[in-house]
Nanobody, 126 residues
Framework: QVQLVESGGGLVQAGGSLRLSCAAS????????MGWFRQAPGKEREIVAS????????YYADSVKGRFTFSRDNAKNTMYLQMNSLKPEDTAVYSC???????????????????WGQGTQVTVSS
């Protein structure tokens, strides 16, 4: 079992920045594929960024490419999502997720993930 706890959400003005953190505990000894998803009110959950379990491939949704950066610190068992130049359309609940699948490409679909954080609200005002 892996437990994930997110932090770092909040309210920010358009153009501002936030950094989300996702701390993992439990069976964190293995490398995992990781992802950040978001869900806005009335919309489907969507992938924001994903890193392969090998750590060498990162995917970004077109809507965040160039503005968001996904990173992880294996020593701290923590992944991060640095979000810059935030827009009102980035408003959503952001969730981190971990997959036990050993596929050497980033995983883009939510059902492929086995463990989820509780989510953290990000609100961007115009």
């Amino acid at each position: 079992q892996v437990q994930l706890v997110e932090s770092g959400g909040g309210l920010v003005q358009a153009g501002g920045s936030l950094r989300l953190s996702c701390a993992a505990s439990g069976r964190t000894g293995n490398n995992y594929a990781m992802g950040w998803f978001r869900q806005a009110p009335g919309k489907e959950r969507e992938i924001v960024a994903s890193i392969s379990w090998t750590g060498d491939r990162i995917y970004y949704a077109d809507s965040v490419k160039g503005r968001f950066t996904f990173s992880r610190d294996n020593a701290k068992n923590t992944m991060y999502l640095q979000m810059n130049s935030l827009k009102p359309e980035d408003t959503a609940v952001y969730s981190c997720a971990v997959s036990q699948l050993r596929i050497e490409v980033p995983l883009l679909r939510a059902p492929l993930y086995h463990y989820w954080g509780q989510g953290t609200q990000v609100t961007v005002s115009s």
